[in-house]
């Protein structure tokens, strides 16, 4: 079974706080994505990284970066949170480019981030 | 719950009837699609997925159809039970495009009345 985890599933922060989110997976995934999920608007693509070092602008980037060190964590930072940051968080991971999957993603639980 | 259900298109279901859950998706070049579930809490869960090079395939009491010439697909859920309740989403992809992104609809909420 594949595994992500996310770090936490509630977190409350303050305006300019420095927010860090963690996501593992745990099945050797190439590829590792952040979206924020706000009612109406679905699920939009923050960042995406497809290697360890490597990453690559979303939809809706600004405001956001990235990390991903080792092939398993992929962390997104908030350098000075906003209110308008408040959203729920998914991290999700799929095997690489032209492994033999047709890009199916599997999901952590989310992280639900309050900015005040 | 969670809000992520607000401001969505809501499809009501008796408990035991079929549910068929609609999605117009928008790139002719998409190739692969998949459906996910996702319930109050949880982050989206994969239900079942389809090809292009197919316009239907079964699962466990669900089943994905594909209509490529109206760019449309939906999923039906036969015997619709309580814990179906979820909001669902359809999401396509470009395999011969940029790695693994995933293009996801809005989703469709999901009541089902005991």
């Known amino acids: 079974d594949v595994k992500v985890t996310q770090s936490s599933r509630y977190l409350v922060k303050r305006t300019g706080e420095k927010v860090f989110l963690e996501c593992v997976q745990d099945?050797?995934?190439?590829?590792m994505f952040w979206y924020r999920q706000d009612p109406g608007l679905g699920l939009r693509l923050i960042y995406f990284?497809?290697?360890?070092?490597m990453k690559e602008k979303g939809d809706i980037p600004e405001g956001y970066s990235v990390s991903r060190e080792k092939k398993e964590r992929f962390s997104l930072i908030l350098e000075s949170a906003s209110t308008n940051q408040t959203s729920m968080y998914l991290c999700?991971?799929?095997?690489?480019w032209g492994k033999g999957s047709y890009n199916e993603q599997f999901f952590g639980p989310g992280t639900r981030l309050t900015v005040l | 719950g969670e809000s992520v259900g607000l401001h969505l298109p809501t499809l009501s279901v008796q408990e035991g009837d079929n549910s068929i859950i609609n999605c117009a998706y928008s790139?002719?070049?998409?190739?692969?699609f998949i459906w996910y579930k996702q319930e109050s809490g949880k982050g989206p869960q994969f239900i079942i997925d389809?090809?292009?090079?197919?316009d239907k395939r079964q699962g466990q009491r669900v089943t994905v159809l594909l209509n490529k010439t109206v760019k449309h697909l939906s999923l039906q859920i036969a015997a619709t039970q309580p814990g179906d309740s979820a909001v669902y989403f359809c999401?396509?992809?470009?395999?011969?495009?940029?790695?693994?992104?995933?293009?996801f609809g809005k989703g469709t909420k999901l009541s089902v009345k005991p």
């Open positions: 990284s497809y290697d360890v070092k």
């Open positions: 790139n002719s070049a998409s190739d692969y």
């Open positions: 999700a991971s799929s095997l690489g």
């Open positions: 999401a396509e992809s470009n395999y011969g495009g940029s790695q693994g992104n995933l293009i």
């Open positions: 389809i090809r292009s090079n197919m």
């Open positions: 099945m050797d995934h190439e590829n």
